[in-house]
């Protein structure tokens, strides 16, 4: 038989929810909560291009508060013709749930409400809330960052958050995420004068000086690491200067880089070093920098404890803690209020016949639900 949970995965893959659509995902997800008694808001940011983003926010119950957070929206599919199913048709086979969403995060979205029915089952005293985006596999620009302030706007800041990221490497249970690096993007654009490689004194090889400075970013060493982090690393993604000449020195040359940081650096102290490297070879060239989060930690204790505890009992084995892998909404909830990351394996996210098992779902929701129970005990 298919439980409840698997169903609701099932319904919420059938909308093809690619950012920044929502393609109805809310509406059933909307639909499900409101039938367990639950409050929904309806939180709509932002305009062209990157907006309209359609958010949900539900919540049952007063008093101590406690917040499941997730995103319904999924990234594109690629060559549908790759995948061996439809990629919306949420196809069972072989116990798996395939289609894209089902492990990233449609599967514990499933699991979230499959756990709150328990919840306001057992009738228990407490705020029990769903945070939910569509805007996190995109620029997330209108998604959970504006809900949070909405929350505190309403005076509705949970005491904690679970996000249901597939933090599960290779078996449901295995890992809880405590933090997440920082990550930075930089856009380099150095501008020489062109001229004819026969006469380079009567040019500016903005090639030349570009090399120099990646050679010099790369050269430094960030840090060995902490005691949660894995070391920092800077990693040059595109190289572009677009001369179809091989016999002109270029006017341009661009190049972009990703640093993904621990609590050793601040994002704004890594920008300022960069500026400063770059201006050592071309004092006229451009740096733009995004920051799209900061590294955090949520030291392990209560929290932390609590979600391992209720893994165990489910899974039988203990989960380790981690602060792999790359951003996630978490940085944004950070701070308002202590957050982990736990959910289902994630080794097909984002892949080809992105696929979970379907007991994983099953158990997933008992997780959820003993993470509640002890959290309202």
Not at 284 to 311: N, Q, R, W, Y
């Amino acid at each position: 038989m298919t439980s409840d949970a698997i169903a609701l995965a099932q319904r919420l893959i059938r909308c093809a929810s690619v950012t920044p659509h929502d393609a109805g995902a809310q509406d059933v997800l909307a639909d499900a909560l409101a039938a367990l008694g639950f409050t929904i808001h309806r939180l709509r940011f932002g305009a062209a291009p990157d907006g309209p983003i359609d958010n949900l926010f539900a919540t049952i119950g007063s008093g101590r508060h406690f917040a499941f957070a997730g995103h319904t929206d999924v990234v594109p599919t690629g060559d549908v013709a790759a995948w061996s199913v439809d990629p919306f048709a949420a196809t069972l086979a072989d116990g798996r749930l395939v289609g894209r969403g089902a492990a990233d995060m449609k599967g514990a979205i499933a699991a979230f409400v499959a756990a709150a029915a328990g919840h306001v089952g057992r009738g228990t005293p407490g705020r029990l809330s769903l945070i939910i985006t569509g805007d996190e596999e995109g620029p997330a620009t209108f998604g959970t960052a504006p809900m949070l302030d909405w929350l505190e706007g309403q005076g509705l800041v949970p005491d904690a958050c679970l996000v249901g990221e597939p933090t599960s490497a290779q078996r449901l249970g295995d890992t809880i995420k405590i933090g997440r690096r920082g990550s930075l993007n930089a856009w380099l654009t150095i501008r020489g004068a062109q001229g004819h490689v026969a006469y380079p004194h009567r040019a500016d090889n903005p090639v030349t000086r570009l090399v120099a400075i990646l050679a010099a970013l790369k050269a430094r060493l960030l840090d060995d690491g902490s005691d949660w982090f894995d070391a920092s690393n800077l990693e040059i993604t595109d190289i572009s200067v677009g001369n179809p000449a091989t016999n002109v020195i270029p006017a341009q040359a661009m190049a972009r880089l990703n640093i993904r940081f621990n609590d050793h650096h601040r994002g704004a102290d890594l920008a300022d070093w960069i500026r400063a490297t770059v201006a050592s070879q071309a004092p006229s060239a451009d740096v733009e920098v995004k920051i799209s989060g900061e590294a955090f930690l949520t030291e392990p204790g209560d929290l932390s404890g609590l979600v391992a505890a209720a893994a165990t009992e489910v899974t039988g084995t203990a989960p380790d803690l981690s602060t792999s892998g790359g951003t996630s909404d978490a940085r944004f909830i950070r701070r308002l209020c202590p957050v982990v990351e736990f959910g289902l394996v994630g080794a097909s996210m984002h892949k080809t016949d992105e696929s979970v098992a379907v007991a994983d779902i099953d158990a997933l929701a008992d997780i959820y639900d003993g993470v509640l129970r002890r959290w309202f005990a």
